[in-house]
């Protein structure tokens, strides 16, 4: 793949320098002000089609690819469908401030993929980590550290500093922009950047829009159908009271879904009478070492119910032609029904006859075989929720030629109850044989029992839990604009803003419930269920196997309480897991837009600085702690128009991003590591650390971009970061009650985050016939990032930075047809340090791709039909225990993780009039 995306590079770059049939405008105007201005949307929002608009003159591009305006005349041209939104993303990368990469729905409805996050991973310089059917993180430059806006406004889910990116429907998206480089307007908060998604309004269109469509979806491993549903309405008349628009959008999703792991868990020794490893065979090599064998090996099913909920609506009113007056409110509710089917092999609690260890790492076992093998099956049934609510209302006031004032209220309320209720059932293998390493993948074989009959297992552990997170916040801001006609100065901005937040989380501590009087799980009518089968399509030797249905658990919890001997009712939440925090923040921003020429080349940037003042207060178990802090965040940027199509870029911005609420929380949750496996200590822990300050960073970038046509462009881009106090979770063993417990904690870390960016996109319109339809996209990023080893010492890679990544995507768009084939890959990254265990404590992922296909019919000018196809190659997700043993010193590579994910198979129609 790697070859065959070389031989792309090279034939485009030949193509890029081909002449092609239009040339944008250098006046074109973004479309639509960025969200980050927070700046209500003009009386008619540009369209993509008009950002492309071509200088008089030009020749037309061939068919389907453009349509005259009637309205215009003939000599406009108007660029439509997937060119439209390449072109007005263009735009606004070319002509904003910032350096920013953009994505733009081609239609009502359609995003370039079906989910916001699964759009950012074709964003150069953006990865995803996926799980679920969906990409459930962004990472900017390899950071989960961005801020999250909608239109501008600072959103959240929970106490979370971010907002769940997939939970906002995709339909109901004008488009989203990444901001890699700040000024001192945007909402402080990123680090690696900004993610503002910009929803529809009324103004936007020109009249009246009604638009919807559907979607059926296949999931391949789960082998359930799912789907979705969405509607906009939106219009806009004149009164007597001036112009009047409204609009009002929905969004149904429902998907079923199964992700599929085998595991490896840490390796520790067997251990005898005074806690010391035995190294006499089986469980000790010829070199009188312990050897460390996993302390589980297993696999889980986990099939989820996913639905997703969701209402916006917006009303402008300009009474004048200077004054106007919004309001916006976004509803979106989740919910989540997760069944894990855990199967759980012990290989050190039956009779051990045989240890063998690999080659290269003598002190590791590679497989086991014992007989009267404890062994477990789990349910683990969870029931997710999530409620958030955001509104504002606001104001725009023209006073005069040169200026604009506009003020907003915003209000934010999030809800977040979780449950879920887990079952361990028990059996003894006659026979058991584990093999850690086929492949790559665990491979186990249990001898001597029907693993399908309830009537061979018994229940033995109960996990009863539930928790609840809350967070509402106001926020007060208003911005003056004053523009100049000429000179240096082309603008003065500033503005301030106020937010008033509260969070609120409370959680029970996950601990084993024993049973006191054991029973067989056919015993419980309606108990008895069987797992889904061909785990990791059959890598693991795991099929189906007994266990607790996860609907009966959920339904009938009194029931199971009772047989552990417990009372009825959801267990207290434990004080140890409360925070109850409230946060201030007060900002004044000031910034100047200049302009100048040198030799004739035009010259100009913004320079400003950001002034915030946070103020903490943090309630946990009996104590309490306040934060005050200061922080000034200068910027500056510069932009050097080379040529008409040639800009040279330079960005300089100090950034922070805060903690999140759960990371200063001051107290510690023990559970007991029982008989499911353990770690090497009697007790995990995890806990906050209410010392941690807010990550900081200097950030200087540098970019080089050359705009031949309106989808024709070639860009380059440098980065170099700085980082203080950046906050990874580390685990450490620290006493506990007597004994020892391995803690998890957020810590913070310096590190520096540098790299590369390349971007390439193209229509070939010079190619003959159908041909001209052709069209590709490539970008591809290289990162180092390093930080402090707060543990070891010393220096390690930063997690889930990729060194590197690229997107490749094959378009086509002719005779009403759209078409983009797509593949995204990364490179290794590390997942996590200091598990524990005699093995490598470092987890790294490998290197991984995911080709996609979207296909789309204009049937009609009103009505279009749909294709969509993910992971086209079945990808496998691998990692490994990689690197030094922090105890021993000892350098080993072996398995740890393999999944596999559904294919899925989308169709649908979508229609607009």
């Known amino acids: 793949m790697k070859r ?159 907002i769940a990116l997939q939970d906002i429907p995709a339909e109901l998206i004008a488009g989203v922009d990444v901001y890699k480089t700040a000024t001192p307007d945007i909402v402080e908060g990123g680090v690696v950047g900004v993610i503002d998604v910009r929803l529809r309004r009324p103004f936007d269109f020109n009249g009246l829009q009604i638009a919807g469509g559907g979607r059926a979806v296949y999931s391949d491993q789960s082998k359930k159908w799912s789907g979705l549903a969405n509607a906009l309405v939106s219009d806009r008349w004149q009164t007597g009271l001036g112009e009047f628009g409204a609009l009002a959008g929905f969004s149904f999703n429902r998907r079923i879904y199964r992700d599929d792991t085998a595991f490896d868990f840490i390796s520790n020794c067997v251990t005898g009478p005074t806690g010391a490893c035995l190294t006499t065979p089986p469980f000790g090599n010829s070199a009188g070492q312990g050897i460390g064998i996993p302390d589980t090996v297993g696999g889980l099913y986990t099939v989820g119910q996913r639905q997703r909920l969701a209402f916006n609506g917006s009303l402008q009113w300009k009474p004048a032609d200077n004054l106007e007056f919004y309001a916006d409110g976004l509803y979106t509710q989740y919910k989540n029904r ?45 029931q997710n929720k999530t409620t958030t609510i955001q509104g504002d209302v606001g104001a725009k006031w023209n006073p005069g030629e040169h200026d604009v004032i506009t003020a907003e209220i915003v209000y934010n309320h999030s809800k977040l109850p979780n449950r879920n209720l887990i079952v361990d059932t028990s059996f003894n293998a006659p026979t058991a044989s584990y093999n850690f390493d086929n492949n790559g993948t665990p491979l186990i074989n249990i001898g001597g029992v029907d693993l399908t009959n309830p009537a061979n297992f018994t229940l033995r552990t109960l996990f009863d839990n539930h928790s609840l997170e809350t967070s509402r916040q106001w926020a007060y801001r208003a911005d003056v604009t004053h523009s100049f006609d000429g000179g240096l100065l082309s603008n003065f901005k500033f503005g301030v803003r106020y937010t008033d937040r509260r969070a609120e989380s409370q959680a029970t501590v996950s601990t084993p419930i024993g049973i006191t009087n054991p029973v067989l799980l056919s015993s419980v009518d309606g108990l008895a269920t069987l797992s889904p089968g061909d785990l990791v399509q059959g890598r693991a030797g795991i099929d189906r196997f007994a266990l607790s249905d996860a ?3 959920l339904s009938h919890a009194d029931q199971i309480r009772g047989i552990f001997s417990q009372p009825a009712g959801d267990r207290p939440f434990d004080p140890n897991l409360a925070f109850f925090d409230s946060e201030k923040t007060y900002a004044f921003y000031g910034q100047a837009g200049y302009r100048f020429d040198i030799g004739g080349i035009a010259v100009d940037g913004v320079a400003g600085v950001r002034v915030v003042n946070t103020v903490e207060d943090l309630e946990g178990n009996g104590v309490s702690s306040r934060e005050n802090y200061l922080n000034a965040l200068p910027s500056a940027t510069l932009r050097a128009k080379l040529t008409g199509k040639l800009q040279f870029r330079l960005a300089y911005a100090k950034t922070l991003t805060r903690p999140n609420f759960s990371d200063l929380n001051p107290l510690v949750g023990y559970a007991s590591n029982g008989v499911t496996g353990g770690t090497g200590t009697a007790y995990t822990g995890s806990g906050g650390n209410p010392g941690l300050g807010p990550i900081k960073a200097d950030n200087y970038d540098a970019s080089l971009e050359w705009y031949l046509t309106p989808t024709t462009s070639l860009t380059a881009a440098g980065f170099y970061k700085t980082i203080k106090g950046y906050i990874q979770v580390y685990s450490a063993i620290e006493p506990y009650q007597g004994q020892t417990a391995l803690v998890s904690r957020p810590r913070g870390v310096d590190g520096t985050l540098k790299g590369l960016e390349l971007a390439y996109q193209q229509f070939f319109d010079f190619l003959p016939g159908p041909l001209s339809g052709l069209g590709a996209q490539l970008n591809g990023t290289y990162i180092i990032g390093r930080n402090d080893d707060p543990i070891n010492g010393g220096k390690q890679r930063l997690v889930n930075v990729s060194k ?89 590579t072996t398995p740890r993780d393999t999944r596999t994910y559904d294919r899925t198979f989308e169709f649908g129609a979508r229609f607009k009039f």
């Open 4 to 162: 065959h995306a070389l031989a792309a590079v090279s034939a485009l770059a030949i193509a890029v320098a081909t002449p092609a049939l239009a040339q944008q405008d250098p006046n074109a105007s973004v479309a639509g002000a960025p969200g980050a201005t927070q700046l209500t949307t003009p009386a008619r929002q540009q369209s993509p089609a008009d950002s492309a608009a071509p200088v008089p003159g030009a020749a037309a591009p061939l068919d389907s690819q453009v349509a005259a305006d009637p309205a215009a005349g003939s000599n406009e041209i108007i660029v439509t469908g997937l060119r439209a939104s390449l072109s007005s993303a263009a735009t606004i990368k070319r002509q904003a401030p910032q350096i920013v990469d953009s994505i733009v729905a081609e239609d009502i409805g359609k995003l370039p993929d079906n989910t916001v996050s699964d759009a950012l991973q074709r964003v150069t310089g953006v990865q995803i980590i996926r799980g679920g059917g969906e990409a459930t993180a962004v990472l900017v430059r390899g950071l989960p550290n961005a801020a999250t806006l909608l239109n501008g406004r600072e959103a959240f889910t929970g106490a979370a500093r971010g």
């Open 338 to 382: 997760i069944d894990t089917n855990f199967f759980v092999g012990l290989p050190k609690t039956g009779v051990v006859t045989n240890v063998t260890t690999y080659d290269a790492y003598p002190a590791l076992a590679n497989g086991v075989t014992e007989t009267n093998a404890y062994t477990l099956s789990s349910m683990q049934a969870y």
């Open 551 to 553: 609907d009966y658990l």
């Open 804 to 892: 590197y990544s690229y997107n490749a995507v094959a378009i086509y768009e002719k005779y009403g047809v759209s078409a983009r084939l797509a593949w995204n890959w990364r490179s290794s990254f590390a997942a996590a340090y200091n598990s524990g265990g005699l093995q490598a404590g470092s987890v790294v992922a490998r290197p991984t791709g995911q080709l996609d296909l979207s296909v789309n019919y204009a049937i009609t000018p009103f009505a279009t039909i749909t294709f969509d196809a993910t992971n086209l190659t079945d990808r496998v997700y691998h990692d490994e225990f990689k690197g030094l043993n922090s105890a021993t010193g000892v350098y080993s």
